[in-house]
């Protein structure tokens, strides 16, 4: 059964980069055509998508974060990250890694991991 | 950008049927999905391009979507369906969007 989990920095200081990975578990991230996501979640509120990495390898984001936000994918590791630049405290968030059907449905994800933007 | 608006509460006892909607500009065109978030959880995709349902999830979750409105359908509810809920679209000019959640309350 194909899992996700979300590694990285809780604690990023202001106006520096946050940077987090997905480890893909229990298949291959190169299989079934699939593509890889991010979304994040400011505590108590919705989710926000951030951007995602087709199995072709071409990258879409979120229109009001795209000029801060790079997603890479890591075949050889099976892993796929996130580096988001210039961040500020409007970043706290959960974040979470999710893999993408070919219909746009976020159907695996990852557990989440708590990114604090603080001093 | 395109929008999704939906109720930010609904509450509906043991047993009956709690319908949660999803607003938006014929949003009857685009294949919606729907999303269960429990506390501390990450979100779980109950209903998938409109109607479709994941393995794993009850008969009773049930998705419509037509004109420009999307509905989720939670029959026979249980207090363990209590949850947020949020509707999901891909849409040419903002690609991925998702609706505000709605916040389902068991009595």
């Known amino acids: 059964q194909l899992q996700l989990q979300e590694s990285g920095s809780g604690l990023v200081k202001p106006s520096q980069t946050l940077s987090l990975t997905c480890a893909v578990s229990?298949?291959?991230?190169?299989?079934?055509?699939?593509?890889w996501s991010w979304i994040r979640q400011p505590p108590g509120k919705g989710l926000e998508w951030i951007g995602y990495?087709?199995?072709?390898?071409?990258?879409y984001y979120n229109p009001s974060l795209k000029s801060r936000v790079t997603i890479s994918v890591d075949r050889s590791k099976n892993q796929f990250s996130l580096k988001l630049s210039s961040v500020t405290a409007a970043d706290t968030a959960v974040y979470y890694c999710?893999?993408?059907?070919?219909?746009?449905?976020?159907?695996?994800w990852g557990q989440g991991t708590m990114v604090t933007v603080s001093s | 950008s395109y929008v999704l608006t939906q109720p930010p509460s609904v509450s509906v006892a043991p047993g009956q049927t709690a319908r949660i909607t999803c607003g938006g500009n014929?949003?009857?065109?685009?294949?919606v999905h729907w999303y269960q978030q429990k506390p501390g959880q990450a979100p779980v995709v109950v209903v998938y391009?409109?109607?479709d349902r994941p393995s794993g999830i009850p008969e009773r979750f049930s998705g419509s979507n037509s004109g420009n409105t999307a509905t989720l359908t939670i029959s026979r509810v249980e207090a363990g369906d209590e949850a947020d809920y949020y509707c999901?679209?891909?849409?040419?000019?903002?690609?991925?969007?998702f609706g505000g959640g709605t916040k389902l309350t068991v009595l």
């Open positions: 999710a893999r993408v059907t070919a219909i746009q449905a976020f159907d695996i």
């Open positions: 229990g298949g291959s991230i190169s299989s079934g055509g699939y593509s």
């Open positions: 990495i087709y199995h072709s390898g071409s990258t």
């Open positions: 014929n949003i009857g065109s685009k294949s």
């Open positions: 391009d409109d109607s």
């Open positions: 999901q679209v891909w849409d040419s000019s903002s690609l991925v969007v």
